[in-house]
């Protein structure tokens, strides 16, 4: 099985999914998170560890709400849920579940949930590499919740932690003390929860052996595969897409968003039997469609995020595309707007 280099993070469709259920809009977490409006459109997108981190911090602010996270996790339906959280659903008992969703955690992100096991406890804690910054309190409920509500479901019984402890201070709603159903300590040293090691040997009823062995190389298989179907130019206007908004969107900034030498590129891309300024203008084109699309965003702010310099060079390079201005192609094709 492949791992997400350490510092290289993924978020599943599921997740953004799962903010707009709640009715927070992903385009406007990641205007707040300084991230491109539309990075949650791109399926191969690999985020860096402060990125995430400033995802579930514009996901604080933006709700309102410290326990969020906790309701990203129990009001998503299981079918819903991330592939990992759906194939531990079917393992033997809660302990199984839980190792298939450490194991698979490291396909996505680099922290590792880590297990303690003693005078009939399990500590749960959450490490990461050497030198990352706190984990935002939403980031750490997020994963004590899944680990808890996965064993809620599995089992089918209201299973309660012996304790938790969180660094976030106490929050002013009691949402966390009515999950968790537990003793909180909040503002502690470390994030850890403790469970009943017996609940860990609670079998689950809707165990499938047949079906994990059809899902689980699926899931070990699924990074390799979204990277190995795409060809170099997705691949380059992926990467044309997330720099855009910084202002770089030349070949020297996507060789290096790729590992590879300009020279390497550029290359491969002839190989391809395309060019470097045709892949950048299909970005754009498909960015730009993308971004109109949603009503939230103004024609100048889409232009700023494609990289123009100014609006004008946005509306004569888009009636070069589409033969009518962004405001008449946004009437046509968002009627809502």
Known sequence: MTKVPSDRCKLPRPFWQSLEHLGLRPSAVLRLARLPATLHLDSSAIISTPQLFAIWKAIEALSEDPAFSIRMVSETGTANHKLAFLVASYAADFRDGMARIARFNRLCSPDRLCFEERDGKVFV????????????PLSVDASFALLLELGRRGTGRHLRPISLEVRRPKPGSDRHGIFFDCPIHFAAKRDHMVLNAADLD??????NPELLKMLTPALANAVREIEAQATLGELVKGA?????????????????ALGLSERT?????????????????????ELGAQLLSDPSIDTEEVAYLLGYQDANS???AFREWENMTPGHWRRIMSPSA
């Open 240 to 256: 044309l897409k997330r720099a855009m908004a910084s202002g770089r969107p030349d070949i020297a900034a996507v060789a290096h």
């Open 202 to 207: 609670l079998p689950f009823p809707g165990h």
């Open 314 to 316: 946005f509306y004569r």
């Open 265 to 285: 590129l550029q290359r491969r891309i002839n190989e391809e039997g395309t060019t470097f300024r045709t892949l950048l203008t299909e970005a754009r084109q």
């Open 125 to 136: 804690t959450i490490e990461w590499p050497a030198g990352t910054e706190p984990e935002p």
